[in-house]
């Protein structure tokens, strides 16, 4: 499976008011720490690869998972491979990582505020020290990339934003520039 997902920099406020309009589900309000990875045997950044440990908490509940994020497959879109799964322990599995050679590279703090809009969904991100996103994303088979993105894009315009103001880059990307 792949990501299909379309990211651009954009206030909120608005945004809310067009979700509400859309009639739009509110999935609910996360807040996420993701640690980065730098891997010993190639540089991600080069590769474009990432791989990231995810502690999330909601309404009290906390989970932690690992994800390994393949490079980018299209330049229409933030589409990549993503391979993902739960973790019991957090802490047990960032000292896993750091015993396989595996270096903490940088974290990034973010709330999310989700919605579901026409199969979508829609995450309204507020990042500490890059501020507010909105990310639209799908999952997609390998031949159906296309017209999830088409459809991401669509989703963009109906919200009242632009879609050719995509940001490719990711969170941890834009923080280390």
Do not use: C, W
Not at 50 to 61: F, N
Not at 96 to 116: C, M, N, P
Not at 151 to 169: K, M, Y
């Amino acid at each position: 499976m792949y990501e299909v997902e379309m990211k651009v920099r954009a206030t909120h406020e608005a945004v809310r008011e067009r979700l509400s309009a859309l009639d739009a589900t509110h999935v609910g309000t996360v807040t996420q720490i993701d640690t980065y990875y730098d891997a010993p045997h190639r540089d991600f950044g080069e590769t474009d690869e990432a791989l990231r440990l995810r502690r999330e908490e909601r309404d009290g509940d906390a989970a932690t998972r690992v994800t390994y994020k393949g490079p980018l497959v299209e330049a229409a879109s933030k589409t990549r491979r993503e391979l993902e799964t739960g973790v019991d322990d957090g802490d047990e599995m960032n000292d896993i990582l750091g015993a396989l050679g595996f270096d903490s590279a940088a974290i990034v703090e973010k709330e999310r505020d989700r919605y579901r809009l026409d199969g979508y969904t829609v995450t309204l991100d507020t990042v500490a020290d890059l501020g507010e996103f909105v990310e639209i994303e799908r999952e997609a088979p390998e031949g159906d990339i296309e017209p999830v993105r088409e459809g991401a894009a669509a989703r963009l315009r109906e919200l009242g934003l632009d879609p050719d103001d995509q940001i490719r880059t990711s969170y941890l990307g834009l923080l280390l520039e």
